[in-house]
């Protein structure tokens, strides 16, 4: 009986294009009948799932934890909240931010990240701000796919302003996606000048530049604009 588990963890991972509700049946029934669940097993679901894009599982896996007594992860975590954002069940997310709490998992700016951007995604504005206000009373440190997301979806440029001078106050390491950024707000905002001098600034790394300079032609077409680059 003991081997049991590792014959289904086995059968799970060596079959990507298996009926994943079945193995949930039959990992439910194994549960019932007093064995164990594993991390590992439900990880495996969880891969067979987006294999085959069966993402409206999630609360049947996310039930089989509270049910079975099962010890998830913060990657367990962070895969059922993508699950959930890409079903556009943002509410389920973010009941899964509350029962990091409740089994007590540390949570990372990484899956507080993936449900702000599945708010951003859907114009979802209050949504997002009510992710970030509890990510920062659960006292989690924004990382720069925090603040690109943030100023990116900014509407105007004090938003902006204010955002990046927080970004700068708390030490955040820039990177590509924190210049891409300011070219989407700004360009939105109406702000095409301010949009072209991100592209001067001097901290931007030389192999990452072109990329930069893409997004901004790319921004300014969606706005029925044309850039030629002069630098």
């Known amino acids: ?25 039959i990992v439910d029934q194994m549960c019932e009948e007093g064995l164990s669940l594993s991390v ?27 049910c079975h007594n099962v010890t998830p992860t913060s990657e367990t975590f962070k895969s059922m909240i993508n699950f959930s954002v890409k079903m556009k069940y943002f509410n389920g997310a ?30 979802n504005i209050r949504g997002a701000m009510m992710v970030l206000k509890q990510m920062e009373s659960e006292d989690v440190k924004q990382d720069s796919h925090t603040y690109s997301y943030l100023i990116a979806n900014c509407n105007c440029e004090e938003d902006i302003t204010k955002y990046g001078e927080e970004m700068k106050a708390a030490g955040i390491q820039v990177t ?21 001098q991100v592209v001067l600034d001097k901290r931007i790394p030389v192999n990452s530049l072109n990329e930069i300079k893409g ?17």
């Open 215 to 231: 997004a901004l032609a790319s921004a300014l077409a969606c706005s029925g604009m044309i850039w030629t680059s002069t630098i």
């Open 1 to 25: 009986m003991a081997d049991i588990p590792r014959l289904i963890f086995s059968y799970v991972s060596a079959i990507p294009n298996l009926a994943v509700h079945f193995a949930l049946d």
């Open 176 to 196: 590509k996606h924190i210049f891409m950024a300011p070219i989407n707000a700004y360009t939105a905002c109406g702000q095409i000048e301010k949009a072209k």
């Open 40 to 66: 590992e097993m439900l990880h495996s679901i969880l891969h067979a799932s987006e294999e085959n894009y069966e993402y409206n599982l999630v609360q049947r896996i996310y039930y089989l934890i509270g």
């Open 94 to 123: 973010y009941a899964m931010l509350d029962g990091l709490k409740k089994l007590n998992i540390s949570p990372t700016s990484t899956i507080y990240n993936t449900t702000l951007v599945g708010y951003f995604r859907e114009s």
